[in-house]
Each structure stands twice: as structure tokens, then as C-alpha cells.
């Protein structure tokens, strides 16, 4: 009985695991798309606490889709701070998720 609740404990560890890294290369993916799509200059930082990631809920759908949110504030020519905000959508395409090469980027607003 002991050896069965280790085994259901690292299951659960080992879940949570790779969903952490699931997220942290969503995280990664997302950050090199921002910078791509807005043409960021190297080296631009980003908040963790800025960048939100939560999986799509639908039905209808058999592919996990996610979306990342992403706050960037700038300060316009004027000298006024900006706020902005960009959604991406991401569809998982591959099997494992820990790749980038798992998820492709289906829109950008």
C-alpha cells in the first residue's frame, strides 16, 4: 500500500512538473514572439508577473489552445507612459509541450 501512494505522489509531482515547464516555455515562446512582432531591441526584459498564460477552454476543440497575455509599458515620444496590452493564442501541436516547436503561434492582437 506504501509503494502505491509513492507512486500516485511522484505521478502528481512529476504532472506538476511538466506543467510548470509547459508554462515557462509558453512563457519563452511568447517573449520571442512579442519582440519579434513589435520589433523590440535585444535585450528588452520582461516581468514574470507580467505575462499571464491560461489554456483555452472549448469543447469543441481537440487541441489545447492557450492564451498569453502580456502588459508591456512604454513611454510614448511625448513622454507620456503607455500601457498596452497583447494577446497571443497558441495551439499545441506536438505531444510533449516542453519544445516551442510544440505549439504554434494562431494569433497576435
Known sequence: MTSFRILILSLVLVGCSSEKQQMETLRTLAIQDL???????????????????????DVAEIEARYIVTCTIQSQSADGNEETRIYTLTYQ??????????DYELISFE
Do not use: M, N
Not at 35 to 57: D, M, N, R, Y
Not at 92 to 101: F, H, R, T
Open 35 to 57: 519582440s519579434t512582432q513589435l520589433q523590440l531591441p535585444e535585450g528588452t526584459v520582461f516581468h514574470k508577473e507580467t505575462i499571464e498564460i491560461s489554456e483555452a477552454k
Open 92 to 101: 499545441k501541436i506536438g505531444e510533449g509541450g516542453l519544445d516551442p516547436a
